[in-house]
């Protein structure tokens, strides 16, 4: 076996497939760490990934998987993507749909046997191949550690890394049948959660390792209000579990060699140039303003409760605001009222990657009012760019931005706006906090350069799971 073989399996990865911060973690994490390892990346090959592209190829290898009483054809494919390697399975239930999850009603009826198939096609490889890690991500890899549980021939360590435990993969107590899973597995040390199956509770119960992706999350999980059900489990399970800040792909998102951008920069000045061809771009007035920008999901956990609540006494107020971003409904009706009755508020629906960066660019504020978030990349990139955030002290967001108050500049420490209440009124103190720092220009412009000096890279936090990994070879392998 190979010490430094590292098999890194998400249901997502940039820019194959994306709905989330998990594909742009699943593309620059691995990056980091096969600086140290050899990291292969593998994930299920979407009907919408283009093959031809990507230059995606067969390896010439397919074999069936039998779950429950039925035979399942898997198809194993590879590819070459600056300088990585990418494995993909396809296997039609799995990967001929037209969202990764479901549409945005409702997840697919039948993800449980979907990413069960993506699980025992990595079990398959890790019997074929010696792998000394498998790194999992989320409840659509949860299951492999258990289904290690059963093959004590195979010596891989598994690391499981929850990045919002929100989501974890709940399903009636029949699938475990369709899965072909025992049901000695159904009990509340391991698979059942409240009479259904959690797949969540299987990669924390049996992986080798738990990680988040904060260490303020990691804390958090362990309480009622955050733990969503599982707090007690996971204060079991704590002594595996530790919390390590994500990281953004400082040259995927860098706006010095941004091609996406008018006019690439490294200082403030250059965010001129972006900032008024994009209001102009959207036809939005008074391009002196303060220009604030929201960009995420339309869920109740990115606060979009509190924002649109927010947003009536916002726009009485000297700035612009503009609102990317896709998800329910309700917050999209809601949104779409306020920006008819309102001149400088602007709505962009659904998800736009190179938008995204034009908004970033162009932004003196970033508004990120969750009401949880286990790490978050937005408030990073911000910074990164320039744009300050304005921020609810929860989860990731209270290790990665400080309150402008504390500013000190001999800090690596990335400095916002930082509220604490969970309510519309909090936020607006906030951003009226924040328009009196920005009259101020000075102070302003001095904690905007240093954010966007500081090291957000995976650097410091892709050491960190070097470490995991020496410490679980240390352990010794399974088996």
């Known amino acids: 076996m190979s010490d430094t073989r590292v098999l890194f399996a998400a249901s997502e990865v940039y820019p194959f497939a994306k709905s989330g911060g998990l594909a742009d973690v699943a593309y620059s994490l691995p990056r980091a760490l096969n600086e140290t390892y050899d990291v292969d990346v593998i994930m299920p090959l979407y009907q919408f990934i283009d093959r031809e592209v990507f230059c995606i190829e067969a390896v010439g290898e397919t074999f069936d998987i039998m779950m429950g009483e039925r035979a399942y054809p898997i198809t194993l494919y590879i590819c070459k993507y600056k300088n990585m390697t990418y494995r993909f399975v396809y296997t039609p239930m799995l990967c001929d749909r037209a969202f990764l999850y479901g549409p945005s009603q409702g997840g697919y009826a039948d993800n449980d046997i979907r990413f069960a198939l993506f699980n025992y096609a990595i079990l398959e490889i890790l019997k074929r191949e010696p792998y000394a890690f498998v790194h999992l991500n989320d409840w659509q890899t949860a299951l492999l550690p258990l289904l290690l549980e059963n093959e004590p021939e195979i010596k891989t360590k598994s690391l499981f890394t929850i990045h919002n435990l929100a989501y974890q993969g709940i399903f009636e107590k ?122 995420g999901r339309f869920t109740w956990q990115k606060g979009l409760e509190i924002l649109i609540d927010a947003l009536p006494e916002m726009a009485l107020m000297e700035c612009n605001i503009v609102v990317l971003g896709d ?153």
């Open 174 to 295: 029949k699938a475990l049948a369709r899965l072909g899973i025992d049901e000695k597995y159904f009990h509340m040390d391991c698979l059942e959660f409240y009479g259904q199956v959690n797949f969540m509770k299987a990669g924390i119960a049996y992986a080798d390792r738990v990680t988040t992706v904060s260490p303020t999350y990691a804390k958090e999980i362990l309480t009622p209000e955050f733990g969503c059900g599982l707090e007690g489990f996971l204060q079991y399970h704590s002594a595996k579990l530790i919390g390590i800040v994500n990281g953004i792909d400082t040259e995927q998102f860098s706006p010095s060699s941004d091609k996406i951008l008018v006019s690439p920069y490294k200082d403030l000045r250059g965010k001129e140039a972006n900032k008024s061809a994009f209001l102009k771009e959207i036809k939005m007035k008074e391009p002196q303003r303060p220009l604030m920008i929201f960009i």
């Open 327 to 479: 998800g329910e409904g309700k917050y999209h009706d809601a949104l779409e009222v306020l920006a008819k009755k309102h001149d400088n508020i602007y709505l962009e629906s659904g998800y736009n990657e190179a938008l995204s960066h034009r908004m970033y660019a162009a932004s003196d504020f970033f508004l990120m009012p969750s009401l949880f978030e286990p790490c978050g990349l937005a408030q990073m990139i911000a910074m990164h760019y320039g744009s300050m955030p304005i921020v609810r002290s929860v989860g990731g967001l209270a290790d990665t931005v400080y309150d402008h108050a504390v500013f000190d500049r001999k800090s690596q420490k990335g400095y916002g706006i930082v509220f604490e209440k969970a309510d519309h009124h909090a936020l607006l103190s906030a951003v009226t906090n924040a328009l009196e720092l920005y009259g101020t220009k000075i102070q302003y412009n001095l904690i905007v350069k240093h954010n966007m000096l500081c090291d957000f890279s995976w650097r410091e936090s892709g050491e960190m799971y070097i470490k995991e990994y020496k410490k679980l070879k240390e352990e010794g392998y399974r088996g």
